[in-house]
């Protein structure tokens, strides 16, 4: 066969055309790849930036925001408030933990419904970078992010919330943008080799420039997209990733646009969050530490004066354990309604209309701002008609609910010249208001932070106490009064202060009782008595009677409520040998909660005992209600017996519990006439300094074991 020489340098020519078509078109495919990679490496690496740059700053603004939102509930030790406040923190992603702990890393709430790790030491479970000195703190380890806030009440430290939050979440999505940025990239890659091979055939200027440019078409928007990944991660929030593309690259844009979006959604919502209550839609404590800062300034540049009236509901806490949460959320949002619509009529009663500023700290707590105001008698007017506004009862899925307010006042610059001492004073002020009786206001004055600072100590001290020895048990005999023979004991708690000495109960226990404080407090109590019984007492005495004090507060509580009874068991305690004694008070009080408890208490082979009688709610129609076993006549009618008023309270009660069949103690003997005046009367048992003061349990058994002794000589 013969080929023309035309032939051969085309063929020649086609060959070396196809050679250098294919040099072209693997070095172009070459630097496409590398590009395609860079390109790639660097968006993931952008994005990768600004979600952890993100991330770890919504993770500050929760824990800042629940530390804010706790303060009150730590403050109070309310353990069902602070786990509600900590399950907000399961909304926000992955927690590895959520501790709330006091300066000596003690655990106050550790995530859980039963608080597990209540006094236990925090530091086995955080980091060994968190730092040691009580400090806030915001640390980025593996995938965790760890941050430490501090709980503060009345610009006190009275906590530290440190919280771990996952961003594997994060990581997830970043791998699975960054799987599809390659997959987009392969598909391109397969298109233009495509491309590369059609146009090699054409010929190698025609290939080499189609190369050319589809490659500088396809790559500019990458490019474009990886700047828009730097100006985002550099602040600018009002970067769009939109292209004007049908392709791949288009939809990549897209993606990115979507996220971006979503990024942004997120982060409003934390900011609603952040300064927005989401039961009110009132502003939160963090929007009112800004209102307060600006009220400041703007009245110290108008030279005006300005107030803080903080509003905290009456009894709110019991209602809410009563009806639960739900009713209880809204009766808060009925009550912002009301003080809300309260402050509108108010504005449109005056010409010089004031300027008010309403916002929810947390829990049960208001705050009001107040402007532009002509004088203190109008503060007072806006204080009547904030408790006004709680007259009407609130009513709801046919229930009726009876709310009060206590409201306390304080101004600025009269008593304080900055943001935290506004809000301190007005908080100790409405303290006042609580402390004497609840339902009214009042303005601050110096006198009341001592009264203040002492009630912090105690509430304070007392968790300690519990766990260091500090608290102990003196035995007051209880005597038959024909034989003199102690027939048992009342159990009465002592405490011992490392600073303050021995304190006097009624300077501390009147202040638990207005505080979950209690419970831990009776829980003490009865355990170490009902040992004390067991092992000391009914050895020397099968028969011994042991009385120990309870709060009527402290048996809405679960955990007392069953362990009277699981004491009885464990201590194999005998029927009657156990006496729960209540005040008069505390019962009429308590009396709904307290039924159910009682008798679970007499079934279990308790006693119940009404301490203080007659200086209460005295009423036949509860004692025939409830499982009740004995009556003690209070001191005061045994000390004023010789007024023959007194002398007659004191005999009716006697024949008032012989008729009803119940035992009879009376309290408080001091005189032999007395002692004499009572056994004539028929009081069967009595206690008093006449017989012995309350003694260590040591010299009680030792009294115990003497009066034995004199027994069998006698016998």
Not at 239 to 262: H, N, P, S, W, Y
Not at 282 to 298: G, K, Q
Request: charged share 25%; glycine share 6%.
């Amino acid at each position: 066969m013969k080929v023309s020489l035309a032939t051969r340098y085309g063929v020649i020519f086609a060959l070396l055309a196809a050679l250098i078509g294919s040099a072209v078109m693997l070095v172009n495919f070459y630097y496409l790849e590398r590009y395609s990679q860079e390109s790639t490496s660097f968006a993931q690496q952008q994005l990768t930036a600004v979600m952890e740059k993100q991330l770890i700053n919504d993770a500050e603004i929760v824990t800042e925001t629940i530390a804010n939102n706790i303060d009150v509930a730590v403050y109070n030790l309310d353990f069902s408030e602070m786990y509600r406040q900590l399950s907000f923190l399961n909304e926000e992603g992955d927690v590895l933990y959520a501790f709330i702990y006091d300066s000596d890393y003690r655990v106050i709430h550790d995530d859980t419904a039963e608080a597990v790790r209540f006094g236990q030491s925090v530091k086995p479970w955080l980091p060994d970078t968190v730092p040691r000195d009580f400090s806030e703190y915001t640390q980025k380890r593996g995938r965790f992010v760890h941050v430490g806030r501090y709980i503060t009440a009345g610009g006190e430290r009275i906590g530290m919330l440190s919280v771990a939050i996952s961003y594997t979440g994060a990581e997830e999505d970043i791998r699975q943008f960054t799987a599809g940025l390659a997959s987009k990239s392969l598909t391109l890659q397969k298109q233009i080799t495509t491309w590369l091979l059609v146009l090699i055939s054409v010929g190698l200027l025609v290939a080499g420039i189609a190369v050319f440019i589809f490659s500088r078409r396809l790559l500019s928007p990458l490019r474009a997209l990886a700047e828009y990944c730097r100006r985002y991660a550099d602040g600018d929030k009002n970067m769009v990733f939109l292209l004007k593309r049908d392709d791949e690259i288009g939809q990549l844009a897209e993606a990115l646009e979507e996220m971006r979006t979503a990024i942004a959604l997120s982060q409003s919502k934390i900011e609603a969050l952040a300064y927005q209550d989401p039961l009110t839609l009132l502003p939160n404590r963090r929007h009112f530490n800004r209102a307060i800062e600006d009220m400041i300034s703007a009245s110290r540049e108008r030279r005006r004066s300005a107030a803080v009236v903080f509003i905290d509901l009456d009894r709110f806490k019991e209602v809410n354990d009563t009806v639960g949460h739900v009713l209880g959320d809204q009766l808060l949002k009925d009550a912002a309604q009301r003080l809300m619509h309260c402050l509108r009529d108010l504005e449109g009663h005056y010409l010089n209309k004031p300027e008010f500023y309403l916002a929810r700290l947390g829990g049960d707590e208001f705050v009001l701002l107040v402007q532009n105001y002509s004088d203190k008698a109008y503060l007072r007017t806006v204080a009547e008609r904030i408790l006004a506004t709680f007259k009407a009862p609130f009513t709801m899925d046919e229930h009726r609910f009876s709310l009060s307010a206590s409201v306390g006042i304080t101004l600025y610059p009269d008593n304080a010249n900055n943001a935290i001492d506004l809000l301190k004073q007005a908080d100790i002020a409405m303290y006042d208001v609580k402390s004497s009786g609840r339902h009214g206001y009042r303005f601050y004055d110096e006198r009341m932070d001592v009264d203040v600072a002492h009630d912090l100590m105690i509430r304070t001290d007392i968790l300690e106490a519990l766990t260091t020895g500090q608290l102990f048990l003196v035995y007051q005999p209880i005597v038959n009064l024909k034989t003199g023979g102690t027939e048992g004991a009342e159990a009465l708690i002592r405490w011992n202060h490392p600073k303050k000495g021995l304190m006097n109960p009624a300077s501390f226990i009147p202040l638990l009782e207005k505080s979950e404080l209690i419970v831990p407090l009776t829980l003490w109590v009865l355990r170490q008595a009902c040992y004390d019984l067991k092992h000391a007492l009914l050895p020397l005495k099968p028969d011994f009677k042991l009385s120990v004090n309870v709060s009527g507060k402290a048996t809405e509580d679960e955990m007392v409520r069953h362990e009277v009874t699981e004491l009885m068991q464990r201590y194999e305690i005998p029927l009657n040998c156990l006496h729960v004694e209540l005040t008069e008070t505390s019962l009429m009080e308590n009396l709904g909660t307290c039924t159910r408890t009682l008798q679970a208490w007499n079934d279990a082979g308790a006693d119940i005992w009404v301490d203080d009688f007659g200086t209460g709610y005295s009423s036949l129609n509860y004692l025939h209600q409830l499982p009740i076993n004995g009556l003690k006549i209070d001191r005061s009618f045994v000390e004023g017996m010789d007024d023959p008023a007194s002398l007659r309270i004191v005999e009716t009660i006697i024949n008032l519990a012989s008729a009803l069949h119940l035992e009879i103690v009376a309290e408080g003997i001091e005189t032999a006439e007395q002692h004499e005046t009572l056994k004539r009367l028929g009081s069967h048992c009595g206690q008093g300094y006449l017989f012995s003061r309350p003694i260590p349990l040591e010299e009680f058994k030792a009294r115990l074991v003497a009066e034995v002794e004199r027994a069998n000589e006698t016998s």
